[in-house]
């Protein structure tokens, strides 16, 4: 059964770094597209970031480019996300999700039908 489990969220200043992990199961992860997503309270699921099957391609919302990477580790089944500069902005419940698109990823939640269950990231003084 395909699974994904979220960790690394927490809370954080103004200015720090989190670095986030979607662990994947039951499936392997380099052939599938692989997306960070984040909600807020009352608000739609905003696209952050997302790698293709393969990593040949990788998208970021504006909002986080030049702050936020995304990576891949298809030895541990593994995606992350590391988050610097952190704004307050930023806080949010951060969900991945997968899918299997073959070359390339797209930042819509409608592409996706496997989430994992969030983790949530605050950022606050």
Avoid: H
Avoid at 50 to 67: E, I, L, N, P
Avoid at 77 to 86: A, D, G, I, P
Avoid at 94 to 112: F, H, M, P, Q, W
């Amino acid at each position: 059964q395909l699974q994904l489990l979220e960790s690394g969220g927490g809370l954080v200043q103004p200015g720090g770094s989190l670095r986030l992990s979607c662990a994947a199961s039951g499936f392997t992860l380099r052939n599938y597209a692989i997306s960070w997503f984040r909600q807020v309270p009352g608000k739609e699921r905003e696209g952050v970031s997302c790698v293709s099957s393969y990593g040949g391609a990788t998208d970021y919302a504006d909002s986080v480019k030049g702050r936020f990477t995304m990576s891949r580790d298809n030895d541990r089944n593994t995606v992350y996300l590391q988050m610097n500069s952190l704004k307050p902005e930023d806080t949010a419940v951060y969900y991945c999700a997968t899918e299997r698109i073959i070359g390339l990823c797209v930042l819509s939640d409608k592409a996706y039908r496997s989430w994992g269950q969030g983790t949530q990231v605050t950022v606050s003084s």
